[in-house]
């Protein structure tokens, strides 16, 4: 059994799925959906925030907040302030996660 593009048993599906990819590819199209980019993107957005925010206290000190964009950009600069390790870069994407994953509830 030739395995293309992942398990048998789904396989007419996944034929399906891999034919249409493979001919975008052919035709030059981005093989990359934008949804797919954004999660990944997100990901590594979550992933500096758990390992930046857990080095002094639990993430649930975080987590637990609700807070607007303006609120989670005051809190990751005190943070920083502290002497949380991020880079600018970091801090930006930390702010976007925790801003779109944890906003201020209305009131
Ligand atoms: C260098 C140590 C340190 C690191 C790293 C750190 N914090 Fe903190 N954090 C603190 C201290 C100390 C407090 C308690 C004092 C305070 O609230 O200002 C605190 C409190 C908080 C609070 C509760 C107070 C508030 O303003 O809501 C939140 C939320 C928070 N941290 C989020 C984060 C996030 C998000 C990160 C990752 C960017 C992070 N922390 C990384 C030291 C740190």
């Known amino acids: 059994m030739i395995k293309v593009c ?11 799925v891999c034919a249409t990819a493979g001919f975008a590819q052919a035709s030059g199209a981005e ?3 934008a ?3 954004a999660g990944s993107q997100d990901d590594a957005a979550k992933q ?13 000190q975080a987590t637990s ?7 989670w ?13 991020v880079t600018a ?6 702010v976007n996660y925790l801003a779109a994953t944890y906003p201020a509830t209305a009131p």
Request: aromatic content about 6%; hydrophobic content about 40%.
């Open 6 to 16: 992942g398990q048998a048993s789904i396989f007419i599906a996944l034929a399906a």
């Open 31 to 33: 093989p990359a959906p």
């Open 35 to 37: 949804a797919a980019a």
């Open 48 to 60: 500096s925030f758990e390992v930046v925010c857990s080095g002094c206290h639990e993430l649930s």
């Open 65 to 71: 907040q609700h807070k607007d964009l303006a609120g």
């Open 73 to 85: 950009t005051d809190t990751v600069e005190r943070m920083v302030g502290y002497g949380a390790p």
């Open 89 to 94: 870069e970091d801090q930006e994407k930390i």
